[in-house]
């Protein structure tokens, strides 16, 4: 067990609709990044947060956006659903920003329809 | 950007037989290179990392080795055992800017009894 827990595990959404999904992220850790893992992949980088400012961001629309917590939590927010959104979404917590391991929630599987 | 690729993409070995992974990368800033493992409907486990004042790391069973100079790093498994089965992935980073991972696309690890 990693201490990061994601939710919800599992979510059904329209092409689209709205969805957040939400990251706690390790006791002591205040650096979260988040990842998309389509079926079959390896993880891809969407964006990382460190003390509740974006730290970097991968390729990805801007309609996939974040915020961090200043309890280090975070959420993933994705706008107007595409089919191709369908993915696991991972969150990855650090104990800084640099220099040190992620690791990572079981993940969100996030089925668009 | 960081390109990581990774062979085999599945590889079936008998228990107790030795298994090894390879994976390449195109950054030669990339200073930070973790395996991950990730079982069904789990997110990727850390299992070892070296970094790229290292050659090579062992953990037990498990061992990574790396040629900064051919830019390519390996994980071995000895001794495999059937709870090794299992997707792995290897990963590059630069840890300066922060732990942005870029994954290979994964091996499947079938350890047949």
């Known amino acids: 067990e990693t201490g990061v827990t994601q939710s919800p595990t599992h979510l059904i959404k329209t092409r689209g609709q709205q969805v957040t999904l939400r990251c706690s992220s390790q006791s002591g850790h205040n650096t979260v990044s988040w990842y998309q893992q389509a079926l079959g992949q390896g993880p891809q980088f969407i964006f990382q947060?460190?003390?509740?400012?974006?730290?970097g961001r991968g390729n990805f629309p801007p309609r996939f956006s974040g915020l961090q917590f200043p309890n280090y939590s975070s959420e993933l927010n994705v706008n107007a659903l595409e089919l191709d959104d369908s993915a696991l979404y991972l969150c990855?917590?650090?104990?800084?920003?640099?220099?040190?391991?992620?690791?990572f929630g079981q993940g969100t599987r996030l089925t668009v329809v | 950007g960081e390109n990581v690729e990774q062979h085999p993409s599945t590889l079936s070995v008998q228990e107790g037989d030795s298994a090894v992974i390879k994976c390449t990368y195109s950054?030669?800033?990339?200073?930070?290179f973790p395996w991950y493992k990730q079982e069904l409907g789990k997110g990727p486990q850390l299992i070892i990392d070296?970094?790229?004042?290292?050659g090579e790391k062992k953990d037990q069973r498990i061992a990574v080795t790396l040629n900064k100079t051919a830019k390519h790093f390996s994980l071995h498994i000895t001794e495999t055992q059937p709870e090794d089965s299992a997707v792995y992935f290897c990963?590059?980073?630069?840890?300066?800017?922060?732990?942005?991972?870029?994954f290979g696309a994964g091996t499947i690890l079938r350890v047949k009894s």
């Open positions: 990963a590059a980073a630069v840890m300066e800017y922060g732990n942005k991972l870029v």
């Open positions: 990855a917590s650090s104990l800084s920003v640099m220099n040190t391991e992620a690791f």
């Open positions: 947060y460190y003390r509740e400012e974006e730290n």
């Open positions: 070296i970094r790229s004042n290292v």
């Open positions: 950054d030669s800033a990339s200073n930070y």
